[in-house]
């Protein structure tokens, strides 16, 4: 018997409410839940940055609290707000000489003015969404203002390792250095030697239990080391002093010359703004290559960025702290111990603000001088010699020098725009410096330009061109990327009238065959790595079918039906001539470099005989990258096997003992037609050579029978029993390259690497192989900048 419930009377000029049919009922809120992962990676960065706040907040001459609030702060507001979900942020080294100058001209409450002041500007910036602009900042600057800040740390806190107090310049510690020397305390001195040996030795200790040992983090072992030797050796010297935290100075408003003021606002905003920007960038590139990690965090919003970061400063500032910006070390700690939110980031945080209330009695044991010695040693790493390298071979160490002696004895600021001045000056002279020269070899005229070929440089390149008499055969080459308008209608018109009265004239290099060749040209103009059956611009198919280098449109393909032979030995020659006039005078410098040091690739790239494969291609790689091995089925014979081939194990071995390569990869790919025979070929069948080969195959048809063993794909099931054999096939072979005994010694001497690959032809995508689950999961690679270890 049904109840009958009293309903209220409709009103009848109030809309009847509207619900969907078949509506699915509200979702609940959802609960604050912390990942495993998280909580590990929070720990592992909080051991970190507490000893790293302490000395950063040391080193500007700030009070210690505000190391402390800047590395909650950063935890929990840039955490919370930032566009990179696992970049770490708190008081950076970077920021060390900037804020020691504004504590020295206008105290600390004003510096925390500053630092407000400097975040409403970071604010502003992420409301513009400027933050891809900061990027445009020459690499050369940005190393060169690093390093120079790294030289201003090292010579100040080199003072307080040695038992003294440091000057307010590089200057004036540079000539007080030989009086500091002199009347050293040995007290300081032993207890940052003790840090920086246990700081360097940490991370090298051997073995399986330093494998394990090495999970705590060596700045952390580095100071609880020197803290309790100096506790138990009962040593005199100044310690950390955290005064009460009721006795805090908080922000107070900066006094002074407004431009001076303006200036020092700008210069935190651009250190702080470019260091997290590039920080996120750079954390981005360490998570690309963590296909799990990438999947769960995502890429990095650098507009929101530059927003968390700018509330993290008002809000540190306003609290009292130092200038926050993303911290590199914290950052890479984060990633590389598994983090998948930003919640690892909070966490961190919160624990600071717990040791920063509770743990005052352990943290007022530790020396200034540890402390000081793990700044100076951050110092010192700041100058980069893989930095240093990177411009030099980018010919822009005038750029990093100028930044960075700019930085060190002019400050910051002036530093940087001093690098700026001398980048835009480098880049002029670049584009204006045109060499034009002209010689006659065997009755040919060559005409060579080296650089961009501007409006500028016509005049030059007319004097040359008119020294070729008429009717004489002409070589012009254009080794440069760039040419303007001007530049081509001059040699385009010299062309035509040379040409006209009888002579040939060919143009070769970088820019000839695609912006000054004429249409009616033979050579070739298709796309890079178009095949040779796609090739029209040699048929004798209307000049339509043909599509130009520049185009943005791909080359059509003929139908099946109407499709030409296979490409006999002409295109293979046509082949060649091609790369002799356009590739070769590209290479010729690099190619003649190699001839002389000799080969020294780093990776052996083991891979199928397809002719689909192009290594170069789908590993970007050029001359000298890769010592590559193909065969078929990408085998890799046990040693020692009857039947065995030889041929593999002693390219393997000429790769480990005699170039010493770092790393060896074992590529597979979709639709191998060895995996196929596998699959099809009865094991006892007639013994051909080919059959012969594929035995080394069998254990992978074997390891695909057993569905604990075989590998997966990420985000997909393998397509068909083939493509399990291909994934299979690479982790079986893997384990063969183990079997060799050089590879066996290299890999327990840690000196060699290897990595799982499989290439998807028709997607025209590649998975790397991550062991860590046992059975093997191939993850889907987007933009990745480094291989992890199979």
């Not at 911290?327 to 603000?353: C, D, E, I, K, P």
């Not at 440089?457 to 061109?465: F, G, I, K, N």
């Not at 078929?632 to 030889?646: A, F, H, I, K, S």
């Not at 699959?679 to 604990?708: C, F, I, N, Q």
């Amino acid at each position: 018997m049904s109840a009958c419930v009293p309903t209220r009377a409709a009103d009848p000029t109030r809309p009847a409410p509207v619900h969907p049919p078949h509506s699915p009922p509200p979702t609940p809120p959802r609960r604050f839940r912390v990942e495993g992962a998280d909580l590990s990676a929070a720990i592992a960065v909080f051991l970190i940055a507490l000893p790293l706040s302490l000395g950063i907040a040391l080193a500007t001459d700030a009070p210690l609290q505000a190391g402390l609030v800047a590395a909650a702060v950063g935890g929990l507001v840039a955490g919370r707000l930032g566009g990179s979900p696992l970049q770490v942020s708190g008081p950076a080294a970077g920021l060390t000489v900037v804020t020691a100058e504004l504590i020295h001209h206008y105290g600390w409450r004003a510096t925390c003015g500053i630092t407000v002041l400097a975040g409403v500007a970071q604010l502003g910036l992420g409301c513009l969404r400027v933050a891809r602009t900061a990027l445009a900042v020459s690499p050369a600057i940005v190393h060169g203002m690093l390093a120079g800040i790294g030289v201003t740390i090292a010579m100040a806190q080199l003072h307080i390792v040695l038992g003294g107090v440091p000057q307010s310049s590089v200057l004036d510690n540079l000539l007080g250095l030989p009086d500091q020397v002199a009347n050293l305390r040995p007290s300081a001195v032993s207890m940052s030697v003790l840090t920086l040996i246990l700081l360097f030795a940490w991370p090298r200790l051997p073995g399986r239990s330093g494998r394990l040992l090495r999970k705590v983090p060596a700045a952390l072992v580095a100071v609880a080391g020197a803290t309790a030797t100096a506790s138990l050796a009962g040593l005199t010297l100044p310690r950390v002093d955290l005064p009460s935290w009721s006795s805090h100075a908080l922000a107070g408003l900066p006094e002074g010359p407004v431009l001076g003021v303006v200036a020092a606002v700008l210069t935190v905003t651009l250190v702080c703004s470019v260091q997290s920007l590039l920080g996120a960038v750079a954390v981005d590139k360490l998570v690309g290559s963590r296909p799990q990690q990438q999947a769960r965090a995502g890429r990095s919003n650098l507009d929101r960025e530059l927003l968390g970061q700018g509330a993290a400063n008002v809000v540190s500032g306003a609290l009292g702290g130092l200038p926050v910006a993303g911290v590199a070390v914290r950052s890479s700690a984060n990633v590389q111990a598994g983090a998948v939110s930003r919640n690892s980031t909070m966490l961190h945080g919160a624990l600071v603000v717990v040791a920063a209330l509770l743990m005052v009695p352990i943290l007022e044991l530790i020396p200034l001088a540890s402390l000081a010695a793990l700044v100076m040693a951050v110092g010192i790493q700041m100058v980069s010699l893989h930095h240093i390298r990177t411009v030099t071979r980018h010919r822009e160490v005038l750029v990093y020098a100028v930044t960075t002696l700019g930085v060190v004895f002019l400050g910051v600021l002036q530093g940087v725009l001093l690098g700026v001045g001398v980048a835009v000056g480098v880049a002029l002279h670049r584009l204006t410096r045109t060499r034009i020269t002209h010689e006659e070899r065997e009755g040919v005229h060559h005409i060579r330009v080296r650089g961009q070929l501007t409006f500028l440089a016509v005049p030059r390149l007319s004097r040359a061109l008119h020294l070729v008499p008429r009717g004489a055969d002409t070589v012009v080459e254009l080794d440069g990327s760039f040419m303007d308008h001007a530049a081509y209608e001059s040699l385009h018109d010299w062309q035509g009238t040379h040409s006209a009265q009888g002579a040939t004239v060919e143009i070769t290099g970088r820019a000839g065959t695609r912006i000054a060749e004429p249409a009616e040209s033979g050579h070739c103009r298709c796309r890079p790595w178009t095949p040779w059956r796609n090739h029209h611009c040699h048929d004798s198919a209307p000049p339509a079918v043909a599509v130009s280098a520049t185009s943005e449109a791909p080359p059509e393909e003929p139908p099946r039906e109407a499709a030409e032979p296979r490409p006999s030995g002409h295109q293979l020659a046509r082949g060649i001539s091609t790369f002799q006039r356009n590739t070769a005078p590209l290479m010729r410098e690099e190619l003649a470099r190699l001839a002389r040091e000799g080969q020294r690739p780093s990776q052996l790239f083991l891979t199928c005989a397809d002719s689909r494969l192009v290594t170069s291609m789908i590993t970007s790689s050029g001359p000298g990258d890769l010592f590559v091995v193909r065969n078929v089925g990408n085998l890799v014979p046990l040693p020692g096997e009857e039947y065995g081939d030889d041929s593999v194990g002693a390219a393997i071995e000429y790769a480990v003992e005699v170039l010493g390569v770092r790393s060896i990869t074992v590529c597979g790919h979709s639709g191998c037609g060895a995996m196929q025979a596998l699959l099809t070929s009865e094991p006892d069948g007639a013994r051909t050579p080919l059959k012969r080969w594929l035995r080394h195959g069998r254990p992978s048809v074997e390891r695909t029978a057993d569905a604990g063993r075989a590998p997966r794909l990420s985000g997909r099931a393998p397509a068909d029993e083939v493509e399990q054999l291909c994934l299979t096939n690479v982790v079986q072979q893997l384990e063969h390259l183990r079997a060799h005994d050089c590879v066996t010694q290299a890999l327990r001497a840690g000196t060699l690497e290897l990595h799982g690959m499989y290439f998807h032809v028709g997607e025209a995508q590649a998975y790397l192989l991550d062991e860590g689950d046992g059975a093997g999961l191939f993850g889907h690679v987007g933009a990745v900048d480094e291989l992890r270890p199979a």
